[in-house]
Nanobody
Framework: QVELVESGGGLVQPGGSLRLSCVVS????????MDWYRQAPGKQRDWVARISIKELTDYIDSVKGRFTISRDNAKNTVYLQMNNLQPEDTAVYYC????????WGQGTQVTVSS
């Protein structure tokens, strides 16, 4: 059974930064492309970023140039560095495999507010 544990969220002012982490257990992590998603209050869960097994990356347009996804296969961990955060980035952030094949973790809350 794959388990996903996200952390690193918090309350930050506009323009601030956070680094999210997601530790994956129970899978061959190094063989999996990984995604970050987010779900804002009252909205559907949306895809945010992806990193391939060769560390190629892709992002939704609204976070390009501000967010960076990375991975550490030795630690079974995927990261999301978020800079210049804006109120519209407020959401619960989740990680998952490509096509969200694994059970969702609890997510980590990111709140951007002055």
């Amino acid at each position: 059974q794959v388990e996903l544990v996200e952390s690193g969220g918090g309350l930050v002012q506009p323009g601030g930064s956070l680094r999210l982490s997601c530790v994956v257990s129970g899978s061959d992590f190094s063989s999996e492309p990984m995604d970050w998603y987010r779900q804002a209050p009252g909205k559907q869960r949306d895809w945010v970023a992806r990193i391939s097994i060769k560390e190629l990356t892709d992002y939704i347009d609204s976070v390009k140039g501000r967010f960076t996804i990375s991975r550490d296969n030795a630690k079974n961990t995927v990261y999301l560095q978020m800079n210049n955060l804006q109120p519209e980035d407020t959401a619960v952030y989740y990680c998952n495999s490509l096509f969200a094949l694994w059970p969702w973790g609890q997510g980590t809350q990111v709140t951007v507010s002055s």
